[in-house]
């Protein structure tokens, strides 16, 4: 129905920066909000950042004023660039949409395989 797939992940040294892109494809009706989430050896899933469809943000409080979130909602596409990073950004980094598949039906959330961001100090 969604398919999201992630890339632009990759290893990098402290400092530098990555984007991250992740298009959705499929059959559905609208995407509202999309995003990023993290996920590190060991540690729950965490909140990177999300947009609505309005160009809304919200950012996890570990990445404020370090990343930046955008869509391009003719392309169906969010990125995440990510820059000064750390190497406690270490993670795999997951895309994350809310779409409805219809008119009628309930948003769902969907998400992407990942893509492993790794900071080396």
């Known amino acids: 129905q969604v398919q999201l797939v992630e890339s632009g992940g990759g290893l990098v040294q402290a400092g530098g920066s990555l984007r991250l892109s992740c298009p959705a494809s499929g059959r559905f009706f609208s995407i509202n909000d999309m995003g990023w989430y993290r996920q590190a050896p060991g540690e729950q899933r965490e909140l990177v950042a999300t947009?609505?469809?309005?160009?809304?943000?919200n950012f996890g409080d570990s990445v404020k004023g370090r990343f930046t979130i955008s869509r391009d909602n003719a392309k169906n596409t969010v990125y995440l660039q990510m820059n000064s990073l750390k190497p406690e950004d270490t993670a795999v980094y997951y895309c994350?949409?809310?779409?409805?598949?219809?008119?009628?039906?309930?948003?769902?959330?969907?998400w992407g395989q990942g893509t492993q961001v790794t900071v080396s100090s």
């Open positions: 994350y949409a809310q779409a409805r598949i219809t008119r009628y039906s309930f948003s769902s959330a969907y």
């Open positions: 947009i609505t469809n309005g160009g809304n943000t």
